[in-house]
């Protein structure tokens, strides 16, 4: 059997994948007749332009000095990518932010086309990243390495950050994923916390998905 190496751009990519497409769909049918809606959609914008800041934060700070150290010159071109995507995520910041539900229709129409121009643009960032970035990663670092970053990376976050992006993260997983991702967080955090986490999990998750982790979760606990 094929190992499997530890991907740093799994869970956020998955994450952001989910977040993106959740609120595409909520600004295409989207009642901007009702302010309930225009501030739900607002919200959930700001929370995906917030997880975009955190993770390119997380890549140009940790991933990408990383790795030039290692690969010098292989991150110049992920570099000009983030500071050309963190223009359109700023220009899309200020458009949501400035919608009302008196505010024209076409403001809304203008918000929306230029959110899917981002997220086609954001996607193929993110593959970019996936098919050339890292293969670098990989062989430039040992399992043990990746394991060292990993650490560095979750140690950093507050447990408001990690309960922000498991929020999304966990939806967007398959089932082995999901338990990959849990694992260590149930066997580590106090269970205060672990508890708050699966409720905000639950509130983003279907029914049905969402008991068959709490099962597999209470199997494995019991393995």
């Not at 292989?74 to 000009?80: A, Q, R, Y």
């Not at 990989?138 to 140690?155: F, K, M, N, P, R």
Request: hydrophobic letters at 40%.
């Amino acid at each position: 059997m094929e190992k499997v190496r530890l991907n740093p751009y799994l869970l956020p990519h998955k994450g952001l994948r989910y977040l993106l497409s959740k609120v595409s769909l909520m600004a295409g049918n989207l009642d901007f007749s009702k302010p309930e809606e225009v501030e739900q959609l607002k919200k959930i914008s700001n929370e995906l332009y917030f997880l975009l800041e955190q993770h390119a934060h997380v890549e140009d700070h940790v991933i990408l000095p990383d790795l030039e150290k290692k690969c010098p010159g292989s991150t110049e071109e992920n570099h000009e990518e983030h500071e050309y995507l963190e223009g359109l995520v700023a220009n899309l910041q200020k458009q949501v932010n400035a919608l009302q539900a008196g505010s024209s229709p076409q403001s809304f129409i203008n918000y929306f086309f230029d959110l899917s121009d981002f997220h086609s643009k954001y996607l193929m960032h993110m593959l970019m990243e996936e098919r050339k970035v890292l293969g670098m990663i990989w062989d430039h670092y040992t399992d043990e390495g990746l394991a060292e970053q990993h650490h560095t990376i979750v140690s950093s976050f507050t447990p408001e950050k990690i309960l922000r992006w498991f929020k999304f993260i966990i939806p967007a997983l398959n089932p082995s994923e999901r338990l990959m991702a849990l694992g260590g967080i149930k066997a580590n955090a106090p269970k205060e916390f672990f508890d708050m986490l699966m409720e905000v999990i639950q509130s983003e998750m279907e029914t049905n998905s969402f008991s068959d982790l709490m099962e597999s979760l209470e199997e494995t606990s019991m393995a």
